[in-house]
C-alpha cells in the first residue's frame, strides 16, 4: 500500500491551496486579517473625517472673514453717498437696509454693539466714514479650533462723495 501526500493528485487548486493554508489553522487567519483590515479602515476613516472637518472648519472662517469684510464695505459705501445716522449705517451693516423689517434678523449674528461708525475730518477734503465691525467671534465646526480664532476687528474706510461740489 502506497502512502500519499495531502493534496497528491488532486490538480493544480488544491495543491495551492494545500501549500497556502498552514496545517490546523481552520481559516482563522483569514479572519485575523479581515479584522486587521477592519481595524486599519477605522484609522483611516477616523483620520480622513478629521481632516474633512478641519478643512469645512478653515473654509468656513474663510467665508465669514470675507462676508463681515465686505458687510462693513457696503456700510462704509452707504455712509459715503447718503449719509445718515450711525444707526442707520448700522442698519445697513446688520440688516442690509437703513431700515429693518419688523422682526428681521441680523445678518451673521452681529450685534448692534459690535458695529460703530466714524466720521473723520468732517468737512475737509479728506473727509471720510470709519465703519468697523468689533469683537467678532467665529463658531467652528469642531473642538480643534475652538477658542483658538480670537474675537476679530472688521474695518473699512471711504472718503465721502462731495456730489459734484467743488472749491
Same mark, same amino acid.
Not at 479572519?31 to 486587521?36: H, L, P, T, V
Not at 483590515?37 to 472637518?53: S, Y
Not at 453717498?81 to 428681521?104: C, E, K, M, W
Not at 475737509?124 to 467671534?137: N, Q
Given at each position: 500500500?502506497?502512502?500519499?501526500?495531502?493534496?497528491?493528485?488532486?490538480?493544480?487548486?488544491?495543491?495551492?491551496?494545500?501549500?497556502?493554508? +498552514?496545517?490546523?489553522?481552520?481559516?482563522?487567519?483569514?479572519?485575523?486579517?479581515? @479584522? *486587521?483590515?477592519?481595524?486599519?479602515? *477605522?484609522?483611516?476613516?477616523?483620520?480622513?473625517?478629521?481632516?474633512?472637518? @478641519?478643512?469645512?472648519?478653515?473654509?468656513?472662517?474663510?467665508?465669514?472673514?470675507?462676508?463681515? /469684510?465686505?458687510?462693513?464695505?457696503? @456700510?462704509? +459705501?452707504?455712509?459715503?453717498?447718503?449719509?445718515?445716522?450711525?444707526?442707520?449705517?448700522?442698519?445697513?451693516?446688520?440688516?442690509?437696509?437703513?431700515?429693518?423689517?419688523?422682526?428681521?434678523?441680523?445678518?451673521?449674528?452681529?450685534? *448692534?454693539?459690535?458695529?460703530?461708525?466714524?466720521?473723520?475730518?468732517?468737512? /475737509?477734503?479728506?473727509?471720510?466714514?470709519?465703519?468697523?465691525?468689533?469683537?467678532?467671534?467665529?463658531? /467652528?465646526?469642531?473642538?480643534?479650533?475652538?477658542?483658538?480664532? @480670537?474675537?476679530?476687528?472688521?474695518?473699512? /474706510?471711504?472718503?465721502?462723495?462731495?456730489?459734484?461740489?467743488?472749491?
Amino acid at each position: 500500500m502506497r502512502q500519499e501526500r495531502v493534496g497528491e493528485g488532486l490538480g493544480p487548486q488544491m495543491n495551492a491551496r494545500c501549500i497556502l493554508s +498552514r496545517p490546523g489553522s481552520n481559516g482563522a487567519g483569514r479572519s485575523r486579517r479581515r @479584522g *486587521a483590515a477592519m481595524v486599519e479602515g *477605522a484609522i483611516v476613516a477616523g483620520m480622513f473625517l478629521t481632516f474633512l472637518v @478641519g478643512v469645512m472648519d478653515v473654509a468656513q472662517v474663510l467665508f465669514l472673514d470675507h462676508l463681515l /469684510t465686505e458687510r462693513v464695505r457696503v @456700510g462704509a +459705501r452707504h455712509a459715503a453717498l447718503h449719509g445718515g445716522t450711525a444707526q442707520t449705517i448700522a442698519n445697513v451693516v446688520r440688516f442690509n437696509a437703513s431700515v429693518p423689517r419688523d422682526g428681521a434678523q441680523p445678518m451673521l449674528g452681529v450685534e *448692534a454693539g459690535m458695529v460703530s461708525v466714524v466720521r473723520l475730518d468732517a468737512d /475737509t477734503p479728506s473727509d471720510r466714514y470709519l465703519v468697523s465691525i468689533t469683537a467678532y467671534r467665529t463658531r /467652528t465646526f469642531s473642538p480643534l479650533f475652538y477658542g483658538r480664532i @480670537g474675537p476679530k476687528t472688521f474695518q473699512a /474706510t471711504a472718503p465721502v462723495e462731495s456730489m459734484g461740489q467743488t472749491d
